[in-house]
């Protein structure tokens, strides 16, 4: 047998020694995340109008995809949690159904939906990361929102969360975003009955259809 012969035979021998070992590593496996909507309320006794919720804008220093978390300017994703959908996409949707829940309109769409609405409501997301460290880590949810009816802006406002995240793992950095977004919308409910919109709407509703309409809104 050959010099070279023999090299290549303990190479092939060393390389199949070492070859089921390395089979059995295991690649972690990517973990995916939705939002948890809020629990529905009783209708508002003065839940009137129709509220249309437009597709939030992204900012862009926030990527769509990853959990993240922000040291100072620095962003840090989060490995192998990601979202289920695109961040705008969940925000949104979470936020239209939460309003749906908040049960202070007749109806509350989405951008697509047909048909006409009392109000426009628009903006972007402007943080939804998790800030701190250890027992102070909170999440972070900010939206900048201005809500607009016949191409007038009835109020602009950012709206701000910022809940302890209560646990370890990502799981917890997901429950406490959601919690955060049900406080951010609860906040626009909140801006939206201190103008009296839903009342003024209930009562303009009743002056056009008539007694028909004061009945409580499906």
Known sequence: MTTMTTTLCRAFAIACTFLPACSSVVVPDERFYRLEPPAAAATAADCGGVLRVQDLQLQTGLASDHLQRLHGNRIELVPLARWVAPLDRLVTDALVLGLARARVCELVKGAADPGDETWSLRGRIVDFVQVGAGATRRARVALELWLERDQQVLFRSEFEAEPAIVGEGDDAIVAALSVGLAQVT????????????????????????GPAAAGPAR
Not at 189 to 206: N, P
Request: no cysteine.
């Open 186 to 209: 609860a906040g626009v409910v909140q801006q939206m009955r201190a103008l009296d919109l839903f009342a003024q709407a209930r009562r303009e509703r009743m002056t056009l259809d």
